[in-house]
């Protein structure tokens, strides 16, 4: 059974930083493609970063480029995105996802998700 956990959203100033954390179960995360994507209220879901270990490279949304990072421990089977600079239309529930189709920025790539955890941005 695939279970992605994520954790580390909580309510924060503007300019303030926060990583949020997954936990994965059931697979390896170096072997797949691991992504981040958000969705606010009344909003539309949209893609953030994506990650795969074995292409050795990671792609961003424009909108959090420079700001965000995703990165993993393979030791824990975790994957992280650390959020600086972080603005309050970054205010969004955050999803962690799990595949096998390369970077891929779209949802219905993903083969898993998690339940989300909520980041709030104040100003």
């Known amino acids: 059974q695939v279970q992605l956990v994520e954790s580390g959203g909580e309510l924060v100033q503007a300019g303030g930083s926060l990583r949020l954390s997954c936990a994965v179960s059931?697979?390896?995360?170096?072997?797949?493609?691991m992504g981040w994507f958000r969705q606010a209220p009344g909003k539309e879901r949209e893609f953030v970063a994506a990650?795969?270990?074995?292409?050795?490279?990671?792609v961003y949304a424009d909108s959090v480029k420079g700001r965000f990072t995703i990165s993993g421990d393979n030791a824990k089977n975790t994957v992280y995105l650390q959020m600086k600079s972080l603005k309050t239309e970054d205010t969004a529930n955050y999803y962690c996802?799990?595949?096998?189709?390369?970077?891929?920025?779209?949802?219905?790539?993903?083969?898993?998700w998690g339940q989300g955890t909520q980041v709030t941005v104040s100003s």
């Open positions: 059931g697979r390896t995360i170096s072997s797949y493609s």
């Open positions: 990650i795969h270990w074995s292409l050795g490279s990671a």
């Open positions: 996802t799990l595949g096998t189709h390369g970077l891929a920025r779209q949802w219905g790539e993903y083969d898993y």
